[in-house]
């Protein structure tokens, strides 16, 4: 489920073998080498486990990151590009330096940051996709939406050109989203939330 097809440097040297950042333990080479089924199995199931492990752990937050994305998924796009972009280059720059002497204190923190929020973001995507489709079959639960969004990223695994469009879609909507929900809760939205003038108060 990786946007791009980033890459690490290893060894001693700073020069050494190449291997790609893994999403989920399906690294992009290895979407590459297998057969479009069996990506396509892969990407379902790594889609599937995953979602239902970040809805589990944020019970709260990314609920409300899938109902956000749901009902503006333009905006949460244009605002998750962005965000995408930078994500990716952090994870793929801790990537780069982490051969060098910054490694161990910049680059293994970027690597954790760019390899957590990516995954998880995207999978959150997948949510809001999958349950926008259900809602238009009458089914607009959060089950049936993890399940039509781990059908979708699959059905993607049968091309590999189609799978990196879809998870970066997925990904910059699942960020965008996160993003503006942060945003919004420190918001005044909620007339109780408002902060009024104790000699205005009744």
Same mark, same amino acid.
């Given at each position: 489920?990786?946007?791009?097809?980033?890459?690490?440097?290893?060894?001693?040297?700073?020069?050494?073998?190449?291997?790609?950042?893994?999403?989920?333990?399906?690294?992009?080479?290895?979407?590459?080498?297998?057969?479009?089924?069996?990506?396509?199995? =892969?990407?379902?199931?790594?889609?599937?486990?995953?979602?239902?492990?970040?809805?589990?752990?944020?019970?709260?937050?990314?609920?409300?990151?899938?109902?956000?994305?749901?009902?503006?998924?333009?905006?949460?796009?244009?605002?998750? =590009?962005?965000?995408?972009?930078?994500?990716?280059?952090?994870?793929?720059?801790?990537?780069? *330096?982490?051969?060098?002497?910054?490694?161990?204190?910049?680059?293994?923190?970027?690597?954790?940051?760019?390899?957590? *929020?990516?995954?998880?973001?995207?999978?959150?995507?997948?949510?809001?996709?999958?349950?926008?489709?259900?809602?238009?079959?009458?089914?607009?639960?959060?089950?049936?939406?993890?399940? =039509?969004?781990?059908?979708?990223?699959?059905?993607?695994?049968?091309?590999?050109?189609?799978?990196?469009?879809?998870?970066?879609?997925?990904?910059? =909507?699942? *960020?965008?989203?996160?993003?503006?929900? *942060?945003?919004?809760?420190?918001?005044?939205?909620?007339?109780?939330?408002?902060?009024?003038?104790?000699?205005?108060?009744?």
């Amino acid at each position: 489920m990786w946007p791009s097809d980033l890459y690490s440097v290893s060894g001693a040297t700073g020069i050494g073998s190449v291997m790609p950042l893994t999403i989920g333990g399906l690294g992009f080479e290895t979407l590459e080498t297998i057969s479009p089924l069996e990506r396509a199995g =892969l990407l379902f199931a790594g889609t599937f486990v995953f979602a239902a492990v970040v809805l589990g752990l944020l019970q709260g937050y990314a609920p409300r990151t899938v109902t956000k994305a749901r009902r503006s998924p333009v905006i949460s796009i244009c605002v998750g =590009l962005p965000g995408l972009f930078v994500v990716v280059g952090l994870g793929s720059t801790g990537h780069l *330096i982490l051969g060098t002497d910054l490694g161990p204190f910049f680059g293994i923190p970027m690597i954790v940051l760019g390899g957590t *929020i990516v995954p998880a973001f995207t999978a959150l995507g997948f949510v809001a996709f999958g349950r926008s489709i259900a809602a238009r079959l009458g089914r607009d639960r959060l089950s049936v939406g993890i399940f =039509l969004g781990s059908l979708l990223a699959g059905i993607a695994g049968f091309s590999l050109a189609l799978t990196v469009v879809v998870a970066g879609f997925a990904g910059a =909507l699942g *960020i965008g989203a996160g993003v503006r929900v *942060i945003m919004a809760t420190g918001g005044t939205s909620r007339p109780d939330d408002r902060t009024v003038p104790p000699a205005n108060k009744i």
